[in-house]
């Protein structure tokens, strides 16, 4: 019965969210005129990440990131990451890694004209390095290569600056046992960051008055009929 229950509050919340998320793109099916987005727009951004959903060996349970990017399009982008941090293995074992990622960003609400809110999917791929220490004097390091999978959800503080959380997980071989690094498992982490663009996001337009717009002034016109 309980689980019953349990899973009619889930279908209930997902319902909620798809209604929100449905209403939040019609609200920005109309194009802002007055705003312009600002092409080849660069970014950089700072983070701290850890585990989340379970505390599963292999995963990072403390670790930060520092990217840099390019808003191409209302739509896409590229990131870079250079992320450090330190691994659960078992009991009492750990590990460090190091990674490298490089993510196409794909704007899902936020990429028609400037809004508070912007949500994005996240799809790319990393090369990470594994730092055992002393654990295993056969087993000390080792290379792997992932795929990563994220979603973004922003709010912009201003044109520039923005806070972010982005839950994600990474699909790769089980690195942390000789035995099993030719099975692949999935990685869970929440990032938490600050980011900043060094354009506006959207920038303002300015509009004329329609006697501005004209090839010149009311009396230049008339200057130039006395002219005649």
């Not at 889930?10 to 005129?33: D, K, S």
């Not at 705003?35 to 292999?58: M, P, Q, R, Y």
């Not at 690094?181 to 008055?209: C, P, W």
Request: charged share 20%; hydrophobic share 35%.
């Amino acid at each position: 019965m309980t689980n019953i229950l349990g899973l009619k509050q889930n279908r209930w919340i997902v319902g909620a969210v798809l209604l929100l998320t449905t209403c939040n793109l019609q609200a920005q099916e109309q194009p802002n005129a007055r705003e312009k987005f600002e092409k080849g727009n660069w970014f950089v951004s700072g983070a701290l990440n850890g585990e989340w959903l379970t505390k599963t060996i292999g995963n990072v349970y403390a670790g930060g990131k520092i990217s840099g990017g390019v808003y191409l399009t209302p739509l896409s982008g590229f990131r870079a990451t250079a992320e450090i941090g330190k691994n659960r293995i078992g009991n009492d074992t750990e590990a460090t890694q190091l990674s490298a990622n490089l993510d196409y960003m794909l704007t899902l609400i936020g990429n028609n004209g400037f809004k508070k809110f912007n949500l994005a999917a996240i799809l790319g791929a990393g090369f990470n390095y594994y730092d055992f220490g002393d654990n295993d004097p056969k087993y000390t390091r080792v290379n792997t290569i992932s795929g990563n999978f994220s979603i973004q959800a922003s709010y912009n503080v201003n044109r520039k600056f923005s806070v972010f959380i982005e839950p994600g997980l990474k699909v790769l071989p089980k690195y942390y046992s000789k035995e099993l690094n030719n099975k692949i498992y999935m990685q869970s982490n929440l990032t938490i960051g600050l980011a900043y663009t060094f354009r506006d996001k959207e920038r303002g337009q300015q509009h004329l008055s329609p006697l501005s717009t004209g090839s010149g002034s009311a009396g230049d016109k008339g200057e130039n009929r006395d002219a005649l």
